[in-house]
């Protein structure tokens, strides 16, 4: 028996931990929004999120002053790529999906969760979401009525994420903001369930 000893060389340059974070969000938001998509895939998702931008976020530092606004532009953004590289069926829901699960991997979970503008970013919205809220309002229809009408009017819209227009995903957000009042928007996740 021998052994053999490899020894790995000292890079030129370091590999930082926001390089790092950056390629596991890509792969978090590629494996989570192309479900059905022709033409989807990995490297779609990749390109669509360098494009956006995205990949400049690596902290709170860099969340604009309107949250809502900052958000939503990078998925404005990557709806437009999506579109002028003749992705069919590509949809507002699906460029939510990347931004979210990007921006919850990179911030949420990259240790940011306790910052202000961080409580404030939109969390990935998808149909496991959207059944444990529903089973969630429909077991507290007294305490929740106003919210349960929010939810309700919203699914009414566009129950399907992956077809969401921008106000069907705006009307979603605005029952998440009033569901969930002060606390941070990412903790309605305690209702996706599987």
């Not at 990347?98 to 949420?108: A, D, G, P, S």
């Not at 029952?175 to 969930?180: A, G, N, Y």
């Amino acid at each position: 028996m021998f052994a053999s000893k490899i020894q790995m060389t000292t890079p030129a340059t370091q590999y930082p931990i926001e390089k790092h974070k950056h390629l596991y969000a890509k792969w978090c938001a590629a494996a989570a929004y192309g479900r059905g998509l022709k033409g989807g895939g990995n490297s779609l998702a990749f390109e669509l999120i360098e494009v956006s931008g995205l990949g400049l976020v690596t902290g709170p530092e860099h969340i604009g002053q309107n949250v809502d606004e900052w958000q939503m532009s990078f998925m404005n953004k990557i709806e437009t790529e999506a579109t002028r590289l003749g992705v069919t069926d590509f949809s507002f829901g699906r460029a939510q999906k990347l931004v979210n699960i990007y921006l919850k991997t990179v911030l949420v979970c990259g240790g940011h969760n306790q910052h202000p503008s961080v409580a404030l970013l939109h969390p990935p919205l998808d149909y496991e979401l959207f059944k444990g809220l529903r089973s969630f309002l429909s077991q507290n229809r007294a305490a929740m009525g106003k919210a349960r009408s929010a939810f309700l009017a919203a699914q009414k819209l566009n129950p399907r994420w992956t077809m969401f227009s921008e106000a069907d995903y705006v009307a979603h957000i605005d029952f998440i903001k009033l569901l969930m009042g002060n606390k941070p928007l990412y903790e309605v996740e305690e209702y996706w369930k599987l």
